[in-house]
């Protein structure tokens, strides 16, 4: 089975640039979770859908949004980019909530 | 305020040499989760441990979950350079309602020196 695939895999964008990332998940996986790792506040939710819904969602202002399609694939778009935006963004997908999360390597972004 | 705290933060060691490494709350949690981070990758989940008290053993892994579900422990026999890398604990928590967000600690970086 193929892993969970995330593109592009490094980006780099100046302040109030916008940006989206995408995400594959494995295979029969409805669960699509996002995460923000930075070395300061380390790994932080962002938020989880689940058939298209975002079922749950972490303490991140509105700049950041997602969405999921019929095939589970995900996108995570981030609106007017700030510095502190430059951080490793991991995808990960499961086959439901609380199950073992299955991650993507990652599309590491600098904002400068 | 973070949920879930781990130490050490950084540990240098022999091949060969035993460690342990921690993950502690003030919260209940319904489970926790133990993944192995290595540089340029995602995380890779280790283990779930689910009821309190339990051992589980993976290899020369040994986790342990607190009777009360508010810790957790990682114990390497043996360490070898392969078990280099970012160990993190994560667990389920409610932010409010129905809202549910997984929570990690920060980490343990490990560096098993040959």
């Known amino acids: 089975k193929a892993g969970v695939t995330q593109t592009p895999r490094y980006l780099i964008k100046t302040r109030g640039q916008q940006v989206t990332l995408s995400c594959s998940p494995i295979?029969?996986?409805?669960?699509v979770s996002w995460y923000q790792q930075t070395p300061g506040q380390g790994l932080q939710f962002l938020f989880e859908?689940?058939?298209?819904?975002?079922?749950n969602k972490g303490n991140f202002p509105g700049r950041f949004s997602g969405r999921q399609f019929s095939n589970s694939r995900s996108e995570m778009n981030v609106s007017t980019l700030e510095l502190g935006d430059s951080a490793l963004y991991l995808c990960?997908?499961?086959?439901?909530?609380?199950?073992?999360?299955?991650f993507g390597p990652g599309t590491r972004l600098l904002v400068l | 305020t973070q949920l879930l705290e781990q130490s050490p933060q950084f540990l240098s060691i022999q091949e060969g040499e035993n460690l342990t490494v921690y993950c502690n709350s003030s919260?209940?949690?319904?489970?926790l989760q133990w993944y192995r981070q290595e540089p340029g990758e995602g995380p890779v989940l280790l283990v779930t441990?689910?009821?309190?008290?339990e051992v589980k053993k993976l290899k020369r892994l040994t986790f342990q979950f607190g009777d009360a579900r508010k810790d957790s422990s990682l114990h390497i026999t043996a360490a070898q350079p392969g078990d280099t890398g970012l160990y993190l604990c994560?667990?389920?928590?409610?932010?409010?309602?129905?809202?549910?967000?997984?929570?990690f600690g920060k980490g343990t970086l490990l560096t098993v020196n040959p």
């Open positions: 919260s209940v949690f319904s489970s």
């Open positions: 295979s029969g996986h409805r669960s």
């Open positions: 441990v689910v009821t309190g008290g």
């Open positions: 859908y689940f058939s298209e819904t975002q079922r």
């Open positions: 990960a997908s499961s086959l439901g909530w609380g199950g073992a999360q299955y």
């Open positions: 994560a667990g389920p928590f409610n932010s409010g309602g129905s809202n549910y967000k997984l929570t």
